[in-house]
């Protein structure tokens, strides 16, 4: 009964396959976020979705696609892996737009080589 | 811009130590929130606390408290009598609100807190 949970947890490819990283949140919330952990463990926002809309979007390579299927699933998508994207991805949900409490996934390790 | 500074980048304590991890907030927004995450050894990331910026009053949950001040812009985290389990990256982080909806966290850069024996 994980309320956040990614898949999958580890992800080891070479430069310029494609892959992907799914989400999915059993909390009922209705906004749903993308965050990449660098190696210096800095965390950044990459994209948000309410209710399976687009909501931010910040300066992230267009080689990167969110899908929101439904409310409850929000997948990354990443096109032609570099090495620079190898990070810790972390889906988030929360409820509603306001600033409420972000609860997140495990995190998925990705490893360009 | 919104902006989250964590000075420390890491503090070690000896168990039973107090320890307070700082954290220093820069906004615009005359309405926000402040949050603290805790991520420990196995990699996730935990919420602790959420505090909006027109409640001032401290909070202890346990052997947590936090201070806010609107003064210093600062939201600072103290662990009493401090355990092993302890042990993990804490982070502060900003809220905004964007137009059009939306919670953007922006993190600080974390402090690595270490509690030994």
């Known amino acids: 009964d994980t309320a956040v949970s990614q898949t999958p947890k580890y992800l080891v490819t070479q430069m310029g396959n494609d892959k992907s990283i799914k989400c999915e949140q059993n909390?009922?919330?209705?906004?749903m976020y993308w965050y990449k952990q660098d190696s210096k463990k800095f965390l950044k926002i990459m994209f948000s979705y309410n209710n399976k809309e687009l909501i931010i979007n910040e300066t992230v390579p267009n080689r990167f696609s969110p899908k929101s299927p439904d409310k409850a699933h929000l997948n990354l998508h990443i096109n032609s892996l570099e090495l620079g994207d190898s990070a810790v991805y972390f889906c988030?949900?929360?409820?509603?737009?306001?600033?409420?409490?972000?609860?997140f996934g495990p995190g998925t390790r990705l490893t360009v080589t | 811009a919104q902006k989250v500074t964590q000075a420390q980048t890491e503090i070690s304590v000896v168990e039973k130590e107090d320890v307070t991890l700082d954290c220093v907030y820069e906004?615009?927004?005359?309405?926000?929130?402040l949050f603290w995450y805790k991520q420990p050894p196995s990699g996730e990331l935990v919420f602790l606390i959420r505090r909006n910026s027109f409640d001032e009053q401290n909070e202890i949950s346990g052997r947590y408290s936090w201070n806010f001040q609107k003064s210093t812009s600062s939201f600072n985290f103290t662990i009493t009598a401090s355990q092993v389990v302890d042990s993990a990256v804490y982070f502060c982080?900003?809220?905004?609100?964007?137009?059009?909806?939306?919670?953007?966290?922006?993190f600080g850069t974390g402090t690595q807190l270490k509690v030994e024996l």
């Open positions: 982080a900003l809220s905004e609100e964007k137009a059009g909806g939306g919670n953007k966290l922006t």
């Open positions: 909390l009922g919330h209705d906004t």
């Open positions: 988030a949900s929360s409820q509603g737009l306001a600033s409420r409490e972000q609860y």
């Open positions: 906004t615009r927004d005359t309405t926000y929130y």
